[in-house]
């Protein structure tokens, strides 16, 4: 069956390659991006190679322009069979350089946690009963800092982009605990992706190496009662332990909906 997915980040490395899947497969798919005439551009030439693409716009690092992404996918359709989180902000080329959005939230914080939390919250009433949820994070994982969320102390543009990753991580087994079919993984170390270079780490993965694990959780029959799992690729794996931690999970929770207004 035709499915309708919403892909984030598709302008550029995994996403491009997750959106031409779906695209090619025949499903409907909701290609997101920050860049209007970069995501034209993709959208033009799905749709001319048969695709039934559609474009949605916005910045996840900025809670206002996550929400409204979310009122375009409300606006262009009333079921969503996959939410696929895949945009983020990578460690970028200049670590030591402290990033912060309009509202001073840490950039990598506000686009790799806030951005997923917002848009699953708000599009979970789009998701079809056997729709699923599918958060890209990564093997990077370090401990969040409740009491310096901002990241000011000795700050670091990679350890920021693993703690927002081990932040999704926990947001995503709190969906699953709610019953929600949302799942995390890490696809693959080291793909050939703009975020690795500019980080000024060597590629050592293909696309596929990544593109595959994130079909599976998108798609596998097999996983249909699997909620609020993290995998390493194609492996149910132990994130970071701090995880695990419900006081923790909880108190981010609550920052994370007053964040976004919700
Ligand atoms: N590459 C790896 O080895 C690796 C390993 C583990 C996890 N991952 C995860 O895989 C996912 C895909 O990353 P990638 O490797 O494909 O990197 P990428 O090529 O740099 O793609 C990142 C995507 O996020 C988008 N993005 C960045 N900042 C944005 C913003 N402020 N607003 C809206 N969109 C924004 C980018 O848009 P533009 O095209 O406009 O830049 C791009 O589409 C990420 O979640 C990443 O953390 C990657």
């Not at 262009?76 to 970028?92: E, F, K």
């Not at 990241?151 to 990753?165: I, N, P, Q």
Request: glycine fraction near 10%; aromatic fraction near 4%; charged fraction near 25%.
């Amino acid at each position: 069956m035709k499915k309708t997915v919403l892909v984030t980040g598709c302008t550029s490395g995994l996403g491009l390659g997750l959106a031409t899947y779906f695209a090619h497969r025949g499903d409907r798919v909701l290609v997101h991006g920050r860049d209007a005439g970069r995501l034209g551009l993709l959208a033009d030439t799905l749709c001319a190679a048969g695709g039934d693409v559609e474009s949605v716009v916005g910045d996840i690092t900025e809670p206002a322009s996550v929400a409204a992404l979310c009122e375009s996918v409300g606006a262009l359709t009333d079921r969503l069979d996959l939410i696929i989180n895949n945009a983020a902000v990578g460690g970028g080329t200049d670590p030591r350089r402290r990033e912060v959005n309009s509202a001073g939230t840490e950039r990598r914080l506000a686009g790799n946690y806030l951005a997923p939390y917002q848009i699953n919250r708000r599009l979970l009433p789009l998701l079809a009963p056997q729709g699923r949820i599918v958060n890209v994070a990564s093997i990077g994982q370090l401990p969040i800092d409740l009491d310096d969320l901002g990241f000011t102390r000795d700050y670091d543009g990679v350890e920021a982009y693993c703690r927002s990753k081990l932040a999704l991580i926990m947001d995503t087994i709190d969906l699953g605990g709610q019953g929600v079919h949302a799942n995390v993984l890490h696809p693959a170390h080291l793909m050939p992706t703009r975020m690795v270079r500019d980080s000024g780490f060597v590629p050592e993965a293909t696309m596929d190496d990544g593109l595959l694990p994130v079909l599976r959780l998108a798609l596998d029959s097999a996983l249909a009662d699997v909620k609020g799992a993290y995998f390493d690729r194609f492996d149910r794996a132990e994130p970071h332990p701090q995880a695990r931690d419900e006081q923790v999970r909880k108190t981010l929770s609550a920052w994370a909906a007053e964040q976004v207004g919700l």
